[in-house]
C-alpha cells in the first residue's frame, strides 16, 4: 500500500491564476472545475453524500474555482480552489477570515519541494521567486543539504531544498 498527500491551498478569488503560475513553473495538465460547472458544497441531512448548490452561470461566482490541480510528469501535484463561506453566498475572507464552518482558509502553512539535486530544484526556485519575495537564499546550510525559502506572488511560502541522504 502506497499512500501520499497533494498540498491543497485555498484563496479568495485568484485560485485559476495560482495553479496557472504553478503550471508554468512545474509544467504539467492543468485541470479546472469551476463551481458553475458543479455548484457548491452544502451541509446535507444525509451523512452518506454530500450535495452541490447550483451557481447560476451568470453569477459572478460560476467561473470560480471549484477544484484545480496541476500535475506534472516529474511528480510534482497541487491542488486548490476558491474558498466560499459555509452558506456559499460569499468568498471567504471577503468581509474578514475564516469561513462559518470553522475552517480558516488564512492558516499558515508551508509547502515543501525537494529534489535530488541542487540544479534539479533551482529552477523552480527561481520561477517561485519571480514577482515573489525570497526569505534565504538557496545556498548550503550547516547540515549539508541545500536549503532556501520564497513567499511567491500568491502569498505562498515554499521551503526549497533537497532530498536527505
Same mark, same amino acid.
Given at each position: 500500500?502506497?499512500?501520499?498527500?497533494?498540498?491543497?491551498? @485555498?484563496?479568495?478569488? @485568484? *485560485?485559476?491564476? /495560482?495553479?496557472?503560475?504553478?503550471?508554468?513553473?512545474?509544467?504539467?495538465?492543468?485541470?479546472?472545475?469551476?463551481?458553475?460547472?458543479?455548484?457548491?458544497?452544502?451541509?446535507?441531512?444525509?451523512?452518506?453524500?454530500?450535495?452541490?448548490?447550483?451557481? /447560476? /452561470?451568470?453569477?459572478? @461566482? /460560476?467561473?470560480?474555482?471549484?477544484?484545480?490541480?496541476?500535475?506534472?510528469?516529474?511528480?510534482?501535484?497541487?491542488?486548490?480552489?476558491?474558498?466560499?463561506?459555509?452558506?456559499?453566498?460569499?468568498?471567504?475572507?471577503?468581509?474578514?477570515?475564516?469561513? *462559518?464552518?470553522?475552517?480558516?482558509?488564512?492558516?499558515?502553512?508551508?509547502?515543501?519541494?525537494?529534489?535530488?539535486?541542487?540544479?534539479?530544484?533551482?529552477?523552480?526556485?527561481?520561477?517561485? *521567486?519571480?514577482?515573489?519575495?525570497?526569505?534565504?537564499?538557496?545556498?548550503?546550510?550547516?547540515?549539508?543539504?541545500?536549503?532556501?525559502?520564497?513567499?511567491?506572488?500568491?502569498?505562498?511560502?515554499?521551503?526549497?531544498?533537497? @532530498?536527505?541522504?
Amino acid at each position: 500500500m502506497a499512500i501520499s498527500t497533494v498540498t491543497h491551498l @485555498n484563496f479568495t478569488g @485568484n *485560485a485559476r491564476q /495560482a495553479l496557472e503560475f504553478y503550471r508554468s513553473v512545474f509544467g504539467g495538465q492543468l485541470m479546472i472545475g469551476t463551481y458553475g460547472d458543479g455548484g457548491v458544497p452544502q451541509d446535507s441531512p444525509d451523512s452518506e453524500r454530500v450535495t452541490f448548490a447550483p451557481v /447560476a /452561470a451568470d453569477s459572478p @461566482n /460560476a467561473d470560480l474555482v471549484g477544484f484545480g490541480m496541476v500535475v506534472a510528469e516529474n511528480g510534482f501535484r497541487i491542488a486548490a480552489y476558491d474558498v466560499f463561506d459555509a452558506t456559499g453566498d460569499r468568498l471567504a475572507g471577503s468581509d474578514g477570515p475564516g469561513r *462559518a464552518d470553522g475552517l480558516v482558509h488564512t492558516e499558515s502553512l508551508f509547502v515543501l519541494l525537494n529534489g535530488d539535486t541542487v540544479e534539479e530544484v533551482r529552477e523552480f526556485w527561481t520561477r517561485l *521567486a519571480e514577482g515573489g519575495r525570497i526569505i534565504q537564499s538557496l545556498a548550503p546550510t550547516p547540515w549539508g543539504a541545500p536549503y532556501g525559502m520564497v513567499t511567491d506572488r500568491f502569498g505562498v511560502t515554499w521551503i526549497v531544498g533537497t @532530498n536527505p541522504g
